[in-house]
């Protein structure tokens, strides 16, 4: 049997004229109202200190002292600098060490606390990894240049027994990458380790105990469960992990100062940056270096997207 048109007519208008839809609770609307107005102020600051610097910064690089169009002189000009290629050399060795060992020891890190089934112990431990990165920026390279230093240092016999007597021994520029590869660390993983927790408990308890239920041990479980889930959290911190090492500056700088210039105040590229602007007064090429880095942190991020499947819904 079907429905005619005039039945529907007539069912229509027996129910009367439709009903407006419900507005939301006045609540929701202050809700909705306070997001767009974090959203905006987000925005207008993402605008003002990121975008429009950043457009300027492709000005500059691309324009001559007088406001001429320069090409690609500038880039070439850095590129050809003497101190540009050991200053690229620094700061990936640098790189590839940090991202290697905060990938592997944050995740192992995290998986271990999240095993720990005593409450007390698995909040003391990630208090404990946490406490390091209060003490972040200048003030932890000041208390690393007392532990560098193998007559006032805390760990003087492990310095001693790698050979080390006095301080410009161990920060021999050589020596620099590792170095600071472990400040970075010391300062940056214990928030990493929190944040990957949180994603080890957001999975779903019922994918978990199926896996159990299956035989599958807690290493099985971390390698075919854990680690494929955790992807894209691993992602984001590679991503967020490559732009902070890229602006390496405050650690050489301030060891190149303590040192009385062992660490040379070009050992970076934020460093050699700085040189440009401030003691050349080359600010279109410091531009420059500024623009390389900052393609060259976009391509490595975009392959971290890609890997870690960053953007794909599940």
């Known amino acids: 049997m079907t429905i005619t048109d005039s039945t529907r007519q007539r069912a229509g208008a027996a129910a009367g004229p439709p009903r407006p839809p419900a507005r939301p609770p006045t609540g929701t609307r202050r809700h909705s109202a306070l997001s767009y107005g974090f959203v905006a102020l987000y925005a207008a600051l993402t605008v003002a200190f990121g975008i429009l610097p950043a457009l300027y910064a492709v000005y500059l690089a691309f324009t001559t002292g007088t406001g001429g169009f320069a090409g690609i002189d500038n880039f070439t000009k850095v590129a050809g600098d003497f101190r540009f290629r050991p200053a690229v050399t620094h700061?990936?060795?640098?790189?590839?060490?940090?991202?290697?060992?905060?990938?592997?020891?944050?995740?192992?890190?995290?998986?271990?606390?999240?095993?720990?089934?005593?409450?007390?112990?698995?909040?003391?431990?990630r208090l404990v990894f946490y406490l390091p990165g209060a003490v972040a920026g200048a003030s932890s390279v000041l208390l690393w240049l007392f532990v560098l230093d193998p007559t006032a240092s805390p760990v003087s016999g492990l310095l001693h027994?790698?050979?080390?007597?006095?301080?410009?021994?161990?920060?021999?520029?050589?020596?620099?990458?590792?170095?600071?590869?472990?400040?970075?660390?010391?300062?940056?993983?214990?928030?990493?380790?929190?944040?990957?927790?949180?994603?080890?408990?957001?999975?779903?308890?019922?994918?978990?105990?199926?896996?159990?239920?299956?035989?599958?041990?807690?290493?099985?479980?971390?390698?075919?469960?854990?680690l494929p889930l955790l992807r894209k959290w691993i992602s984001y911190m590679g991503i967020m992990s490559l732009a902070a090492g890229t602006q390496l500056f405050v650690e050489?700088?301030?060891?190149?100062?303590?040192?009385?210039?062992?660490?040379?105040?070009?050992?970076?590229?934020?460093?050699?940056?700085?040189?440009?602007?401030?003691?050349?007064?080359?600010?279109?090429?410091?531009?420059?270096?500024?623009?390389?880095?900052?393609?060259?942190?976009?391509?490595?991020?975009?392959?971290?997207?890609?890997?870690?499947?960053?953007?794909?819904?599940?």
């Open 91 to 125: 700061v990936a060795l640098y790189l590839a060490i940090w991202l290697v060992a905060l990938v592997l020891l944050v995740t192992f890190l995290a998986l271990v606390v999240h095993a720990i089934r005593v409450r007390w112990l698995s909040r003391t431990l």
């Open 161 to 226: 027994l790698f050979g080390f007597t006095s301080f410009v021994q161990v920060i021999a520029p050589g020596q620099l990458p590792p170095i600071f590869a472990i400040m970075a660390f010391w300062t940056g993983a214990g928030g990493w380790i929190v944040i990957m927790y949180g994603a080890l408990n957001n999975i779903s308890p019922e994918v978990m105990e199926a896996a159990r239920i299956d035989g599958a041990s807690t290493v099985r479980i971390a390698w075919h469960v854990q």
């Open 252 to 314: 050489p700088q301030l060891l190149s100062q303590a040192s009385n210039a062992v660490v040379p105040n070009d050992y970076s590229l934020n460093q050699l940056a700085y040189q440009y602007a401030f003691q050349q007064n080359d600010f279109n090429g410091a531009a420059a270096i500024s623009l390389l880095l900052l393609v060259i942190a976009l391509a490595l991020s975009a392959v971290f997207v890609v890997r870690g499947g960053l953007f794909e819904t599940d």
